[in-house]
C-alpha cells in the first residue's frame, strides 16, 4: 500500500484559511468525509480533539499532523491542506502551521495502513520535500511529489535492508546508542521521532538502533545483548514502555516531542556521558512527560487510580449487567410478595435462569476490587506490584474496608515493592534471578497481609461501613443534594477527571448495595448530549449549520449513555454549554434520586431501563434534566453565523 492510496483529490485544499485551530480541524475532517473514509464525521472529530487535549499534534516547522483511530473510520485516509496565511496551532516551536495533514486510521486488527502513514510522518521531516507541497499548483502536482519522494523513501529502505543496519558510525567514533520511540495513539509522532534520532546521529556519526512501540505493535526490537552493549539508550515516549530490561544502564527519559526536535541535545547529552543510571522500578518511563524528567504527585497518583480502574471496569460492567438480568429474570417470574422470608434473601437465583446469570455476574463482579489494587499497584511498580496488589484487593473484598480499602491496597502494594527493591539493590548479582520470582511476591505478599490485616483494615473497614450506612440512610433532602453533585460532576468535563470520579463513586456504590447512586451518575451522564441534540432542535439560531445536522445524532449516543458525544459543542463554547449541561445533569440526578430511581447495571444507558428501579419516572427525571439543560442552551449562548 502507497501513501496515494490513501489520499485523493478530494482530501486535498491548497488554499485553505482557518482563523483557529478549531476552525483548521472543522476543515480537515471535512475534507476526510469528502473522501467516503469515515462513517461517522462527529465521533471522528471528537476523537481527533481527544487526541489533541492529550497534547498539541502541532509539531513544528509549520507543520501539524491530527490523527483519530476509532469505530468511525471504514477505511484508512488522508486529508491535507496547506495554509498560506497559517494558523495558530499550539505548536511545539510557537509557529503558524500552514501545512496540516489528516490521519483517519480504522479500528481493526488489520494495522497495513500504518506503514504507510509512518512513511508518510517521516517524509514530513524532509523541508525539501515539504516545501514543495507548500509550492504545488494543482492537487495533481501534490500528489506527484508525495508520490516520488516515497520511492525515494521505499529504495532508501530497501538498501538499509539489504545492507542489514540502520545506521552506519562514521570512523573513529565508537559510541553505540539505542532508542525507545512511543506516543499514545502511535501513528505519528513515534516514527517521526525515531527518523529524527537516525538521521542526526547519522550526521553526527553515532550508531544507533531505535525500537518504536506504535498502534502495530513494537518493531526493531532491541535484543539483550544490544542492550548490554549500548552506552546509552535514548527513551522518548508519551506512554508506559517496558524499562525493567535497562537496569543498570544509562538512560534518558524525555517525551516524545523531544525525540522530534530536540534530537541532536539529546545525542549530545549521551555522548558528554552526564547521564543517571536506570534502576528498575524507580519511575515508568512516561514521567518524563514534561521534558524536565518530573510530574506532579497529583497528576502521578491519578495515573495510577486510572490504570487501576481501567481494568477494572470491564468486571464491573460485565458482572453487574449479567447480575441485573439475574434480578430481571426472577422480577418476571415469581411473585416476591408470595415468596417466604428466608427465600427473599435468594433473590436473582429463584429461578435455574436467573441463578446461571447471576452466578457467572457474581465471579465476575467478584474480580472488581482485586484487579482494582492489582493494576494500580502494576501502574506505580511494574509486574512485582501485581500479586501483592491482588492480594490486598482480595482482604478489602473479603473484609469490611471494601472499595476504599481496595484503593489503599493498591498504592501500597505498589510502593511496598518500590521500597523492597531499594532494600534488596545491595544484595549480590548472582541474586537478582530470584528477586522477582521468590523475593518480591513472597515478602510483598507477607507484608501486605499483615498490613491490611491490622493496620488498615479496622480504620478503613469502619468508615466505610460508616460510609454505606450514611449513603443508605440518605433520603428527603440530602439524597437529592447528593445526587444534584453527582449529576453535574458527570457534565462537568464529559469523560475527564471529575466525571470518572463520580463514575467510579457510583461503581463502588453497587458493590456496596446501594444502586439509587449509580442511577443518579447514569443518568447525569446521559443529559448532556440528549439536551445539546433537543436544544439544536429548538434553537437552530444559536447553532451553525454543521451543528445542527450532527446534533440529532446526540439522542442516540445519550440515550447510550456516551456523554463523549456533547464534547465538540463543549469545547467550541465551554463557557455557556458546560454550565448548561451541568445545571440539566444535576437536576437530573436529583429527580433521579427524589423518584427514588434504582440501578444495579453500572453501564448500558437505556439498553438497561428494563433493570431500572422505577422506570417510569427514571423516564421522566432524564426528560426533565434534557429539556432544562437545552432551554439554558438557548438562554445562554449567543447567535451562531449561519453557514
Known sequence: MKITDLLVKEGIE?????????????????????????????????QVLRREEEGSTGIGEGIAIPHGKCDAVKAPGLAAMV???????????????????????????????????????????????????????????????????????????????????????????????????????????????????????KELGFSIKVETR?????????????????DCIIVCVDTNVPMDRFDGKKVIVRQVSDGINKAEELLRLAESGNVEVYHAGNKPAAAAAGGSGKESVGHSLYKHLMNGVSHMLPFVVGGGILIAIAFLIDGMSVDLSSLAPEDRGNFGSITSAAAL??????????????????????SIADRPGLVVGVVGGSIAAGGKSGFLGALVAGFLAGYLIIGLKKLLEKLPESLDGIKTILLYPLLGVFFMGVIMNYVIEPPVGALNTLLNNGLSGMNGTSSV?????????????????????????????????????????????????????????????????????????????????????????AASDPLHVIPAMMVGSGVAGAASMLFNCTLMAPHGGIFVFPVVGNTVMYLVALVIGTIVGAILLGVLKKDAKLV
Open 14 to 46: 491548497l488554499n485553505g484559511q482557518a482563523a483557529s485551530k478549531r476552525e483548521a480541524i472543522d476543515k480537515m475532517v471535512d475534507l476526510m468525509a469528502a473522501t467516503g473514509k469515515i462513517a461517522d464525521k462527529e465521533a471522528y472529530k471528537a
Open 357 to 378: 446469570f447471576k452466578g457467572i455476574g457474581d465471579k465476575a463482579f467478584g474480580f472488581m476490587l482485586p484487579i482494582l489494587a492489582g493494576f494500580i499497584a502494576m
Open 83 to 201: 495554509l498560506k496565511d497559517g494558523v495558530d496551532y499550539d505548536s511545539l516551536d510557537g509557529a503558524p502551521a500552514d501545512l496540516i495533514f489528516l490521519i483517519a486510521a480504522p479500528n481493526t486488527k488489520d494495522n497495513v495502513h500504518l506503514d504507510v502513514l509512518s512513511r508518510l510522518s517521516v517524509l514530513l521531516m524532509d523541508e525539501e520535500f515539504t516545501g514543495k507541497l507548500r509550492n504545488a499548483k494543482t492537487t495533481e502536482e501534490f500528489l506527484g511529489y508525495v508520490d516520488a519522494a516515497e520511492q525515494e523513501k521505499l529504495a532508501d529502505e530497501a538498501k538499509k535492508q539489504q545492507e542489514g543496519q540502520k545506521q552506519e558510525a562514521a570512523p573513529g567514533k565508537s559510541l553505540k546508542l539505542l532508542g525507545v520511540t512511543a506516543c499514545p495513539t502511535g501513528i505519528a509522532h513515534t516514527y517521526m521521532a525515531a527518523e529524527a534520532l537516525e538521521k542526526k546521529a
Open 481 to 569: 443534594l447528593l445526587g444534584v453533585i453527582l449529576g453535574a460532576m458527570m457534565a462537568a468535563d464529559l469523560g475527564g477527571p471529575i466525571n470518572k470520579a463520580a463514575y467510579v463513586f457510583g461503581t463502588a456504590s453497587i458493590a456496596a448495595g446501594n444502586y439509587n447512586i449509580m442511577a443518579a451518575v447514569m443518568i447525569g451522564g446521559m443529559v448532556p448530549p440528549c439536551a445539546i441534540a433537543l436544544a439544536t432542535l429548538l434553537f437552530k439560531n444559536k447553532f451553525t449549520e454543521e451543528e445542527r445536522k450532527s446534533g440529532p445524532t446526540n439522542f442516540i449516543m445519550g440515550l447510550s449513555f456516551i456523554s463523549e458525544g456533547a464534547i465538540p459543542f
Open 214 to 230: 506504535g498502534s502495530g505493535g513494537a518493531k526493531n526490537v532491541l535484543t539483550d545483548a544490544e542492550i548490554a552493549a549500548a
